[in-house]
C-alpha cells in the first residue's frame, strides 16, 4: 500500500466511516497544533522535507527510496499464506476482574489512581525533556542535556516512535497527535549508517507503528509502518531467504546480503508478530511468509541442538546449522526467540499449533535443565534462570542470571493460559517473585544487571550453609549471593513486565503492591534534573548513585508503560484483546467468531 492509495484502506480496514469521521473530528485541532510544532521542529534541526503530500489530515514524507519497487535477487515462487480460518476461541489469559464498590475498595482505587499519577508523572518528565533537549534523535542525554543517535539505530527517532502507544495509553492525546504527526515524516531511506540494526529496527519502529495504528486507527500511522516493512522485509533477500544481523542498505539494493553464521537468536528469530501483524493488516502475505521460513528452521532443528529442545545462543543461518554452538540461555541474545512463540499462537488465532509445540517442548527443557531454585536461609520459594553449556553431550547449569530473563515470569504465564498448563503459571510466580527478590536484596531496591546466586541441586528445598556462603559467596551482599557480576541497572523493563502480567493474570493485588516498591526505588535512584538514567550500579543506596548519562527508548515504551498499566484498570489493554511484542507495544488479536460478531 502506498501512501496516495486511501481507498484501500477504507476496503480493507476495521475502521467504518463513523470511526473514521470520529477520528478526524477527534484531533482536528490537535493535528493543526501538531503541523505547526513539526514545521518548528523541522525548522531547528535543518530537515524540512522536500517533497510530502497530506495524508488523512497528516502532512506525511514518503520514504525518498521505494523499497516496495526494489526487484528481489531471491523471488520466492509462492508465498505462503496466512493461516485460514475463523480464529480460535483461546482460553482466557486475563484474570476475571470484578468492580470492588465497597468502602475498601473505593479507598483501594484512590491508592491506584495517585500511583498512576505518580508514574505518569515520571513519564511526563522523560517525555517534555526528550521533546525539548532530545526531539528526532535517538535518545535524550537524562544528565548532560542533548540528544543522541544510538550508532545502528539510523537516527530515525527511536524514542519518538517508541513513545507513540504509551502516549496514547496514558491519554495524553494531544502529545500523541504531535508525536505521529513528527513520526510520519520519517525517511527511512535517509541516515547517516551504511546498515542499520534489523531487530531493533522491527521491535521499536515498525512495532511501534502498528501498535499505534492499532490503538488510534489513524491511517497515516500504518502507511508509514508499510513502507518500513517493505525496507525490512529485504534483509530476507538473501539466497537461502534467512536474514542477517545487520541490515545493510546497499548490499540489499545490490543482491550482495547472506545470512549469519554466528548471529544471536533473538535477532534473526524474533520479528513474527510484527510481520505476522503486517500481513494481517495489508492482506499481503510476503511478510507473514518471510517469517513463517524462520519458524520452520526452528521447528526443524528443535530436536536436533546440542541441547535437544531449546535453540542455541547463536544461530548459523548461512549454512543452516543450529548445531555448532553449545550455549544456551533465555537471557541476552536468546530471550525474545522464546517470548515470541505464545505470543505468534496468540495474534494467529490459534490456527497455527507449531508454535504450541515448539514452546511446550522449548519449556520442558528449560524446565529441566535452565531453571534453578537459589539457597537461601529462609528457603523462599523462588526461582530464577541460569546458563548452560553443553560439553561431551552433558548440560552444565551456571547459576548466573540476568534482569533481562525476568521476562520469562511472564512467559510461563502466558503460555500456561493459552495452552491450560497450570504448572507453567506456578512456575511463571515463582520466576517473577524471584526477580521481586533480587529488587530487595540490593542497596538501592534495584536488581542488577548480572548476577551470580549459589544454587540448590534441584528445584525442590535444599538446606542453607552458611559455611558455604561465606567461602563461595559474597558476605557484602545479601545471603545467597555470590556476587553482581554487573551491578548497572539499564532502566530495564523485564521485572515490571513480569509482575504487571502476573498481576493480570492472576488477580493477586499483591502484584500491585510489590510494583509500587519497585517504582519508588527505581525513581529514587535514578532521577535527574532532566529525566532518569541509567546507573552504574545498584549496590549503594538510592542517594549515592552514579548515574550513567544514558536514557534508551524502553523507559518509556516498556517500563513505565508496565507500570502506569498495573495500576490502572485491567481493561485497559486487555490481554484477551491484545498481545505485547517485546518492546511492549500491544497488537491487537484476532477476534474469535461468534454470533455476537457477526451480527456487529
Keep these: 500500500m502506498f501512501a496516495d492509495d486511501v481507498a484501500w484502506q477504507i476496503r480493507n480496514q476495521p475502521l467504518d466511516a463513523y470511526d473514521a469521521m470520529a477520528a478526524l473530528l477527534r484531533r482536528k485541532s490537535r493535528v493543526a497544533a501538531a503541523a505547526v510544532l513539526v514545521v518548528i521542529l523541522y525548522l531547528l534541526v535543518g530537515l524540512i522535507p522536500e517533497k510530502h503530500d497530506v495524508l488523512w489530515g497528516f502532512t506525511y514524507v514518503h520514504d525518498s527510496f521505494d523499497w516496495a519497487k526494489q526487484p528481489l535477487f531471491f523471488p520466492v515462487a509462492e508465498y505462503t499464506p496466512l493461516p485460514t480460518g475463523q480464529p480460535r476461541s483461546l482460553p482466557p489469559v486475563q484474570y476475571a476482574f470484578k468492580e470492588d464498590k465497597s468502602p475498601d475498595g473505593v479507598a483501594r482505587e484512590a491508592v491506584l489512581a495517585s500511583r498512576r499519577s505518580e508514574v505518569k508523572d515520571a513519564f511526563m518528565k522523560s517525555w517534555k525533556s526528550y521533546k525539548n533537549v532530545g526531539f528526532g534523535y535517538d535518545e535524550v542525554l537524562p544528565v548532560s542535556g542533548g540528544g543522541y543517535d544510538v550508532p545502528g539505530f539510523g537516527g530515525w527517532g527511536a524514542t519518538l516512535v517508541d513513545s507513540l502507544s504509551t502516549l496514547w495509553i496514558m491519554d495524553l492525546k494531544d502529545d500523541f497527535y504531535e508525536a505521529a504527526a513528527a513520526a510520519v515524516t520519517i525517511d527511512y531511506s535517509k541516515t547517516h549508517d551504511t546498515s542499520c540494526n534489523y531487530f531493533e ?36 533477500d538473501t539466497p537461502n531467504r534467512m536474514p542477517g544481523f545487520w541490515f545493510d542498505f546497499q548490499d540489499a539494493k545490490t543482491g550482495k546480503q547472506v545470512a549469519g553464521n554466528h548471529d544471536p537468536a533473538a535477532a534473526v528469530a524474533s520479528s513474527s508478530l510484527e510481520f505476522t501483524r503486517l500481513s494481517q493488516l495489508t492482506g499481503d502475505n510476503k511478510y507473514y511468509d518471510a517469517i513463517n521460513r524462520v519458524t520452520q528452521v526452528l521447528d526443524e532443528w528443535q530436536n536436533r541442538t546440542n541441547l535437544p529442545g531449546m535453540w542455541p545462543t ?3 543461518l548461512r549454512e543452516m546449522q543450529l548445531d555448532t554452538d553449545f550455549s544456551f540461555t533465555l537471557g541476552a541474545l536468546s530471550d525474545s526467540n522464546y517470548e515470541y512463540l505464545p505470543k505468534t499462537f496468540a495474534i494467529l488465532g490459534g490456527l497455527d499449533p507449531v508454535y504450541e509445540k515448539l514452546y511446550r517442548d522449548a ?45 520469562v515470569g511472564g512467559m510461563f504465564g502466558l503460555g500456561g493460559k493459552l495452552f491450560q498448563i497450570p504448572e507453567h503459571v506456578t512456575i511463571g510466580e515463582k520466576i517473577t517473585k524471584g526477580c521481586v527478590w533480587a529488587y530487595n536484596a540490593m542497596p538501592a531496591g534495584i536488581m542488577p544487571e548480572i548476577f551470580n546466586l549459589i544454587k540448590c541441586e534441584t528445584l525442590d528445598p535444599c538446606e542453607w550453609s552458611q559455611e558455604e556462603w561465606e567461602v563461595v559467596g559474597n558476605t557484602a551482599l545479601k545471603p545467597g549471593f555470590k556476587n553482581a557480576r554487573d551491578p548497572r541497572y539499564l532502566l530495564r523493563p523485564e521485572a515490571i513486565e513480569s509482575v504487571f502480567l502476573m498481576y493480570r493474570m492472576t488477580g493477586d493485588a499483591e502484584y500491585q503492591d510489590m510494583a509500587w516498591t ?39 515504551a516498556e517500563t513505565l508503560r508496565y507500570f502506569y498499566l498495573i495500576f490502572s484498570s485491567p481493561d485497559l489493554i486487555h490481554l484477551d484483546e491484545f498481545v505485547f511484542n517485546t518492546e511492549a507495544h500491544p497488537l491487537r488479536r484476532p477476534v474469535p467468531f461468534t454470533a455476537e460478531t457477526e451480527t456487529e
Design 201 to 236: 529496527t522491527t521491535i521499536r519502529h515498525l512495532g511501534g507503528l502498528l501498535s499505534a495504528y492499532d490503538l488510534s486507527k489513524e491511517t497515516a500511522l500504518l502507511e508509514k509502518a508499510v513502507e518500513l516493512g517493505d525496507m525490512l522485509y529485504m534483509a530476507y
Design 518 to 556: 519497585m517504582f519508588q526505588a527505581i525513581r529514587n535512584a535514578t532521577e535527574t534534573d532532566i529525566a532518569f538514567s541509567a546507573i552504574q550500579s545498584v549496590k549503594v543506596a538510592d542517594a549515592d548513585t552514579v548515574k550513567s548519562d544514558s536514557m534508551e527508548s524502553f523507559w518509556l
Design 363 to 407: 519449556m520442558d527443557t528449560v524446565i529441566k535443565n535452565i531453571l534453578y531454585r537459589p539457597k537461601l536461609p529462609d528457603q523462599a520459594d523462588i526461582l530464577f534462570t541460569g546458563n548452560v553449556w553443553v560439553s561431551n553431550n552433558e548440560p552444565t547449569l551456571t547459576a548466573e542470571s540476568q534482569h533481562l530473563s525476568c521476562f
Design 314 to 316: 547463536y544461530f548459523d
